[in-house]
């Protein structure tokens, strides 16, 4: 069985402290990590996957399979970073993939 | 592309009664999924369908079942509901073998008196 943990409801930051969002999972398989954000009043969407080792819109996230984590960073919070952060654990089954998502963090940016 | 788009919006219904989401996916996507999102919770996966057919199913009761129709577009079915069945629904879709790129639409909020 796969699963996702975020032990953080909700965290709060500073404008311009750094930010780490919490992520850890268990998974027997290889896992593909990803983590989605949701704006105030917008959709669920995809921010960035460990894969790609990409940086979107400042925010990192690295694959630690020792500690089965999957931590988002970003060194300078900004406001407009404020939102729902989840963490998702993607699966193969039979050539199809299913997704668990953890439970979510509300990142608060303080001015 | 208005990409992905879920109807009704919001609605609600009494205990027993059954209800059914609609769902459109963005152009070129086949593969559609469902989730349910209660509040305070992240969104848990219900099923998958690709080609009409249920590819892949979260652990979630038989009252749960779906349609995929030629057009890729899908329903959510939840027969004799309960007021646990109260949430959000979310309906994402992907493209063919890549079925972590997935677009959400906006969800229907279905409220069970």
Not at chain 1, 12 to 37: D, I, M, R, T
Request: aromatic content about 12%; some cysteine.
């Amino acid at each position: 069985a796969q699963r996702v943990t975020q032990p953080e409801k909700l965290l709060s930051v500073f404008k311009g402290a750094p930010v780490e969002l919490k992520c850890n999972y268990s998974y027997s398989g290889s896992p593909e990590l990803f983590w989605y954000v949701q704006y105030s009043r917008q959709r669920l969407q995809l921010l960035l996957r460990h894969i790609s080792r990409e940086s979107i819109k400042g925010f990192t996230a690295d694959l630690n399979k020792g500690e089965t984590s999957f931590h988002l960073k970003k060194p300078f919070a900004q406001e407009e970073d404020s939102a729902m952060y989840y963490c998702a654990l993607s699966a193969s089954s039979g050539g199809y993939q299913k997704v668990t998502f953890g439970t979510g963090t509300k990142l608060q940016v303080i001015p | 592309d208005a990409g992905v788009t879920q109807s009704p919006t919001h609605l609600i219904k009494t205990r027993g009664q059954q209800v059914t989401l609609r769902c459109s996916p963005k152009s070129g996507h086949d593969t559609v999924s469902w989730y349910q999102q209660a509040l305070g919770q992240g969104p848990q996966f219900i099923f998958q369908y690709y080609e009409e057919e249920e590819r892949q199913r979260g652990n979630f009761p038989d009252r749960f079942s779906g349609h995929q129709f030629p057009n890729y577009s899908s329903e959510l079915n939840v027969n004799a509901l309960l007021l646990g069945d109260s949430a959000l629904y979310l309906c994402a879709s992907s493209p063919s073998g890549r079925g972590y790129e997935q677009y959400f639409g906006p969800g229907t909020r279905l409220t069970v008196t």
